[in-house]
């Protein structure tokens, strides 16, 4: 098997130019959209979007409706112009399946959010986690019915 194809040059585009998939499957809710939006507002551009050689997203959708909601005028982006439309559609699904197989350590998680809570509560959307930490905390402390203790 080939080693993968090196990256293509990042370009800067007026965002006018890059349109979504009309066939993306990947339902963006708007609270997606608005930490993303943060985290570009905060951190900057560190990650480009994807696109074919007519300027469609491959991946990056989120990053794309985000910088419209900041009113962006250009976007940075790397041309796939290697990939065939099969291998397109596959790598779409493929970028975003990543997260169905991850989870959170809890604990090392707890730690960060409760390091970076005063800083970047609003960038990291925290205004629940400690809730979300409690529940899991909860969770992992009872044994089940059918466990002895």
């Known amino acids: 098997m080939p080693g993968p194809v090196p990256l293509g040059t990042i370009k800067i585009l007026p965002i006018g130019e890059v349109q979504p998939s009309s066939d993306n499957p990947r339902k963006i809710p708007q609270a997606a ?39 962006l005028a250009t976007v940075p982006m790397v041309v796939a112009d290697h990939l065939s439309e099969s291998q397109v559609r596959a790598y779409r699904i493929a970028d975003n399946r990543s997260g169905d197989f991850t989870s ?10 409760e390091e970076l809570s005063e800083d970047f509560s609003e960038v990291l959307a925290l205004a629940n986690w400690q809730a979300i930490v409690a529940e899991y905390d909860k969770m992992t402390a009872e044994p089940l019915e059918d466990e002895e203790p």
Request: aromatic letters at 8%; a negative charge.
């Open 33 to 71: 959209v608005d930490i993303v939006a943060k985290s570009i507002a905060e951190f900057g551009w560190q990650q480009p979007l994807v696109v074919d050689v007519g300027h469609t997203v491959i991946v990056g959708h989120t990053r794309l409706q985000a910088a419209q909601q900041l009113k």
């Open 104 to 113: 959170w350590d809890f604990p090392i998680l707890s730690t960060q959010l």
